[in-house]
């Protein structure tokens, strides 16, 4: 997905994406007519009788305090509270991120850490002598330097509409950070886990009481049925009422 693309990605065109994908939902219909907002519409008050989630895993595993309150703030801009979810926090998204973080991914397990560490081509994505969790930590401080210039705040002391606008800015590349890309290191690594926290398996911190999974229709583990996936596509179907995750069937 190119950066313009990630730019234009309000709610709205979340759900077109997915939707393409899954053929579950239309976006003619009242659950996915949402607020057109961007990537940080200021947060709505919660309606009456919005679905209560259950409360994310407690504690972080890699993100030091200052690193959570970002994480945090960044998760509820993203993905503020509306008639469709609540926020970010209360979805399990910077717990997802934060076990990412802490685990393989993070560790960069998968990843040739050895060297030579030479400059690449934008084309060949990640080339830092660093861990995933590491560049992630790296970009946090250097984000936060780069709202203090331009605010004299850091960046979960911003408005909503601040942090909107700074993170619009950010991925189109138009705000520079003093020690690394930080364009990059939203559009190839934050945001990419941001993605994954709303629609992976709840068992892995977020997407808590498969919300996202409700607000797209998606049944969850029974998709992988292929007899229900030639019959249903396109349509309807009837056990997205009551997605089954991974811990359903545990």
């Known amino acids: 997905m190119g950066v313009d693309n990630r730019i234009e990605l309000g709610r709205r065109g979340f759900l077109r994406g997915v939707a ?119 970009g946090i401080a250097a984000t936060n330097e780069a709202a203090q210039r331009k605010f004299s705040r850091g960046f979960s002391d911003l408005q909503p509409d601040e942090a909107d606008a700074f993170l619009h800015d950010l991925a189109a590349g138009k705000i520079a950070g003093a020690s690394l890309p930080i364009g990059a290191w939203f559009n190839e690594l934050v945001y990419p886990l941001f993605v994954q926290a709303c629609f992976a398996d709840p068992i892995y911190g977020g997407n808590i009481d498969k919300v996202f999974w409700r607000m797209i229709g998606y049944p969850g583990l029974p998709a992988v049925h292929g007899e229900d996936m030639v019959q249903f596509r396109g349509k309807p179907y009837p056990g997205a009422q009551d997605p089954k995750a991974i811990g359903d069937f545990s």
């Open 20 to 138: 393409a994908v899954t053929g579950t939902v239309s976006l003619g219909s009242p659950s996915a007519t949402a607020a057109e907002g961007e990537i940080g519409a200021a947060p709505t008050p919660e309606p009456d009788g919005m679905q209560k989630l259950s409360a994310p895993a407690a504690g972080y595993q890699s993100l030091g305090p200052d690193e959570a309150g970002f994480v945090e703030a960044l998760v509820n801009v993203m993905c503020p509270a509306d008639h469709l979810t609540p926020n970010g926090v209360d979805c399990g998204l910077a717990v997802y991120i934060d076990r990412q973080l802490a685990g393989g991914f993070g560790k960069g397990e998968r990843l040739y850490m050895r060297g030579p560490w030479k400059a690449g081509k934008p084309q060949q994505g990640y080339q830092l002598p660093l861990t995933p969790e590491q560049f992630f930590k790296a």
